[in-house]
């Protein structure tokens, strides 16, 4: 880990209160602000160890915590279990979930699916983020 990085952490750990006999706390040698998830294992082994995990993973959902691990799971980890960041799952977007899956595995690209499906890019984004909370794709 580079000097810039272990600063920042002693710098944020500094700003954020570790909860008492949190296994995070002073230890600024581990990136626990990792820029992809193969960076964030260090931190989530560190995590699976910790006695006030749940509290802490609670914190960073109340509090919405954008960057980071908290309680063991990155910001994209986190955001799945936000409620508010699921989408709607009517019968007609479920049904074009699965038709955008079929042609995302054909290869198709978006523009082509937004143009077969008569709706925006946009919504093709909606879709496919539906059909990977299905594990369709």
């Known amino acids: 880990m580079t000097a810039a990085i272990e600063e920042l952490n002693e710098l944020l750990a500094d700003a954020v209160p570790p909860l008492e006999g949190a296994a995070c706390a002073g ?6 602000y990792p820029n992809n998830i193969a960076a964030a294992e260090p931190a989530k082994r560190i995590c699976a160890t910790c006695p006030v995990r ?4 609670d914190y960073a959902l109340e509090t919405k915590q954008k960057v980071g691990v908290w309680g063991g799971l ?3 980890e986190r955001s799945q279990r936000l409620p508010s960041r699921r989408i709607s799952r009517t019968r007609k977007s479920v049904e074009m979930a699965h038709v955008t899956a079929r042609l995302i595995r054909d290869n198709v690209p978006r523009t ?4 077969r499906l008569g709706c925006s890019e946009h919504t093709v ?13």
Do not use: F
């Open 54 to 57: 749940q509290q802490c993973l």
């Open 112 to 115: 082509q699916i937004a143009e």
């Open 27 to 32: 230890r600024h040698d581990i990136d626990w």
């Open 74 to 76: 990155t910001e994209r």
């Open 125 to 137: 984004y909606r879709y496919r983020r539906i059909a990977l909370e299905l594990n369709l794709i």
